[in-house]
């Protein structure tokens, strides 16, 4: 790499902008991952690494230590890697369960009821952990915006900077994406970014030992956060995966008898691969109580529902569903699982090999893409205990099964099912309302209350069990009804339809929010919102004294692009689906129309303000105003040209106004670092969501862009400000 006060070369600059972004989505996976706070913060990851990149682009001037990236990194590993075996995160974890409203939290270390002072001292951990564990990551981006910022404005061409840096930007989301596909462990990322920061040490900036603990640090860092395991674990594009084996009720841990195998996700038990072959079964009374066999979740439905022909299992998982059906004679089955690893464990270990069966079609694909596009009919719609704590992408807090449980989905559960069809859906709520809101969602969908019971054994070796939800249309369901009421045991398990309380908010597309009871921000987004924006006063001041160099219509322009981002990523999940490969296409995709952007205006020099806002403005109307669903249901083809036109054009009219207004900027560096700040800004106000929802985020996003031009129309001769081809660069 070139040195700082050289002229940067364009493979400079590419390198560095690999390095920013791997690094960054390494840590988002990472973190995310080993921490469960993080997997429902996971933007605070995204805006910690916004904060540092931002603040380093405005002290691009002074010396830039590597050392402090290589720290922060090693901090991080081993607060992950627990070396010491302190519990350190998970204790974090547990002081998000003091919030009433983290209701997805499990009290599970006994840590609960505490004494008043002792959960005092747990929240004010939590907060402090997560406060230096943003701080780390703010600091790690810190001297690579600092070169960022530097080498961008030093170029003497401009747009072949910007190249560098986007076409750096999309090989490192790239070839995050190959570590993904190939399912490579953390350490392996970690040995990417080690050889990046590697590199970043022979650059002359620090003294001669600061630069070769850097050196060496950064290669022996794998190795110390590398964690032996004795289990099979595969990190798949969504999350952790470990195999272990499950033990049958009264036996050791070790040593006892074995009825299955656990598929542990994020270091939790996730779900189970049972051989549910009743041959099986009969023959071993000791794993498998007989009064309790027909119970199991997967067999009783069969015993109440008229026989299914055609059935259609979302959130098949490795198959336990699936072979339930095929064990009660369904004809065919339709299994529609969204992690691939996970469907490739239940071809090859599950004992009673559903997905090889003949009459079974495996779609790995997100539920709600497949409810949108299927034409059904059938007999029987399946609900697999279908939920996840994994979001679906780093610019927003939906998760992967949240477009599942609303309104328009369940509109689509209804067009499949056949005439006298009906709808089993297993949950595992965590509070009465969230059962309250299923249960209204199927009522409002078919009309009639929903049957409800908990079905559930006392061992794990016939399944967890849950609340059953059965629904369709109302002479259907007072069979089942009646089914079930001739069953003494079951009968006492039904809950009267009197007992819902059919006050909870339902979920739309707009307001996806399953684990939420109203629309509100949760207090630990808030207290987390509040440390990033607190690190960044903190920061800022200690990097620029007197508090001067932010640029406003920048930082605004940041926070505008940042919303952009979250709702385009929302109407993407609702086009194409929440799968892994949707998300990379469309962070992929926003770099590229900026870098179009950036054609467009070096070949208009004499591009005016004025059509770009008027354009950009349109457009967020009408993505405020036209659903997703007029797009969704169009052929894939259509769905990219036209839906993805669609989410493109904010983008394109954005980053041609960043050309616009960053070309005559007085300091580049400033302006591009006022911006990322503004990202920054952005990623916290994305919040708002969970409290007005998408289309309000829209209209606040268009709000945002029209006070920044108020500001340059103050700032500059009526807003004329003109772009040289030479000038013109962007941001990413």
Known sequence: ???????????????????????????????????????????????????????????????????????????????IRDPLHWELAEAMNQGLSAFQDAVVWAKDR???????????????????????????????FFPLGQWLGRWLSAHPQPIRAYTANIVGSIGGIALFEVATIVGSPPWVWLAVCGVGLMALAFLPESTRTSRVVAFLLAGVLPLLVRVPSAAPTIWSPYQKLTLTELY????????????????????GVYQVLLNLDPRHIQADPELYPPAEVPTSHYIYPYSIVPRPRRVLVLGAGAGNDVAAALFAGAETVRAVEIDPVIARWGEEVHPNAPYRSSRVSLVVDDARAFLRQDQGQYDLIWFGLLDSHTTASAYTSVRLDHFVYTRESLSDVRRLLAPGGVVVL?????????????????????????????VFSS????????????????PVLSEVRQRVLRDPLMATRLIPDEAWPRQTVLTTDDWPYLYLQRPSIPKYHLIVGAI????????RRRVLPGGGGLDVPMLLLGMAFMLLEVSAVNRAALLFGTTWTV????????????????????????????????????SLVLMALVPARVFAVLPLSLRVVLGGGFLALPVLFSGLIFVSVWARADRKDLALGSNILGSLVGGVVSMLSMLIGFNALTWLTAGCYLLALLLLLRRRDGGRHVVSPRDAVAHH
């Open 110 to 140: 006994g840590l609960f009821p505490l004494r008043t002072y002792l959960l005092g001292a747990l929240v004010s951990y939590s907060v402090a952990l997560t406060t230096i564990l943003l701080g780390a990551v703010a600091t790690a």
């Open 532 to 539: 990033c924006l607190g690190l960044g006063v903190a920061l």
């Open 426 to 454: 297993f949950f595992e709520p965590q509070t009465p309302w969230i059962a309250d809101r299923l249960a209204s969602l199927l009522r409002e969908t078919f009309g009639s209350m929903p049957l409800g019971m908990r």
């Open 583 to 618: 998300n990379a296409y469309l962070v992929a995709a926003i770099m590229i129309m900026i870098l179009l952007a950036n054609l467009i205006a070096s070949l208009r020099p004499g591009l005016r303000l004025g059509w770009p806002f008027t354009g950009l403005c349109l």
């Open 248 to 267: 049958g009720p009264d036996t050791p841990v070790r040593g006892g008898k074995p009825c299955g195998v656990n598929i542990e996700v994020n270091n």
């Open 1 to 79: 790499m070139a040195e700082p006060k050289d002229r940067p070369s364009l493979w400079a600059i590419g390198g560095l902008s690999v390095l920013i972004l791997f690094l960054e989505m390494a840590l988002i996976r990472w973190v995310s991952t080993e921490i469960r706070v993080f997997a429902y913060l996971q933007n605070a990851v995204l805006v910690a690494s916004f904060l540092g990149l931002g603040l380093g682009c405005h002290r691009a001037g002074a010396r830039s230590h590597v050392l402090w990236s290589v720290l922060s990194v090693t901090l991080i590993g081993l607060v």
């Open 459 to 474: 061992t794990s070796c016939l399944g967890f069990g849950g609340l059953m939800l059965v629904a369709g249309d109302a």
